[in-house]
């Protein structure tokens, strides 16, 4: 059972710096999603409401409007379907074009952020293992 609290630890110093690890990226996004509001309200004269609204919204002030706003990004580069809040089929075509400068960090935060539900879902399980067995 010692086993599992060492493995338990580990995991934990895992998550930890992989949550401090994607501060840097949620910074970095939050200027990565005005520039591509500009281009896109370039192309296409209009943002989305949603989008128009929670623009300036960042991480640590309204988390939830926050991910709104990049789910407007996010879910046509991953799924390669349009965002909820707009109307433009092109949506999928337009992010997908965009520069992987622009687009990559959006990327690898979200496959960090999965990384970090993983490692909790996993000590949760050894601490229950541990406890109950």
Sequence with gaps: MKELTYIT??????????????????????????KICELYEKKFNYLPLDVRIFKNSTWYTLPYHNGLKKQFIIRPLLKGKKSHFSKNESDVEFMKGLPSKLTRSFIIKVYMGRAAGVLVILMLALMWIDKNI
């Design 9 to 34: 630890i580990a995991l934990s110093l895992a998550f930890i710096i992989l949550s401090i690890s994607m501060i840097p990226f949620k910074v970095i996004n939050d200027r990565k999603v005005k």
